[in-house]
């Protein structure tokens, strides 16, 4: 199982990203999906995650960017999107992608390699 993480960069505040997050692999099913990130300095917290629940996604969003991030995730295609509005210079970090996964090796949680956002005021 494999989660490749795209689409950080560097943004003036008040701007918009979209990330995105592809996990492929002998995958059977995929439970949660999320976003998690780690400022210098600090420790890696939770973005928001979506869970997959009879097919809809129930989320969880942290408090400090919620009404500015949205995930959202494709089961079809076995990608979760976060997009980020409004960006403020205290969102800058590397951005990871982390996916509960069943697969042939049993269930386990996997992450992918992380990508930058950097938020210039």
């Known amino acids: 199982v494999q989660l490749q993480a795209s689409g950080g960069g560097l943004v003036q505040a008040g701007g918009s990203l979209r990330l995105s997050c592809l996990v492929s692999?002998?995958?059977?099913?995929?439970?949660?999906m999320g976003w998690y990130r780690q400022a210098p300095g600090k420790q890696r917290e939770l973005v928001a995650d979506?869970?997959?629940?009879?097919?809809?996604?129930?989320?969880n969003v942290a408090d400090s960017v919620k009404g500015r991030f949205t995930i959202s995730r494709d089961n079809a295609k076995n990608t979760c999107d976060l997009q980020m509005n409004s960006l403020k210079p205290e969102d800058t970090g590397v951005y990871y992608c982390?996916?509960?996964?069943?697969?042939?090796?049993?269930?386990?949680?996997?992450w992918g390699q992380g990508t930058q956002v950097t938020v210039s005021s």
């Open positions: 979506i869970s997959d629940i009879a097919s809809v996604g129930a989320t």
């Open positions: 982390k996916a509960l996964v069943s697969s042939a090796a049993g269930w386990g949680n996997y």
């Open positions: 692999g002998s995958i059977s099913s995929i439970t949660v």
